[in-house]
């Protein structure tokens, strides 16, 4: 299925990943319940997140990145797509 000479479209990688955190959420007797797989949606989120904290802390006069980490709080949706309770982040589908 996986290849080191094929560069997978997100599309792919997305249908993946949605796929086995299905599975886990389904079958959570034979996973470990701290390991969790999560789709594209969340890593996008999560980025924009981190980019704007980066960018203010790489900005002239602009907080240091601990305290920027410190305040840093998910919303109760990534909360929730997280423990499998919702089935996509912000509702996007």
Do not use: Q
């Not at 959420?25 to 904290?53: A, C, G, Q, W």
């Not at 602009?62 to 089935?87: A, C, H, Q």
């Amino acid at each position: 299925m996986t290849s080191m000479h094929i560069w997978w479209e997100d599309c792919y990688v997305d249908e993946i990943l949605s796929l086995m955190r299905e599975r886990h959420v389904r079958y959570p007797e034979n996973y470990d319940s701290t390991d969790r797989i999560l789709d594209l949606n969340f890593y996008s989120n999560f980025k924009l997140r981190y980019d704007k904290m980066s960018e203010e802390a790489t900005t002239v006069g602009g907080r240091s990145f601990t305290p920027l980490i410190n305040e840093f709080e998910w919303d109760k949706d990534m909360i929730n797509y997280v423990r499998g309770i919702r089935p996509y982040p912000g509702g996007m589908d």
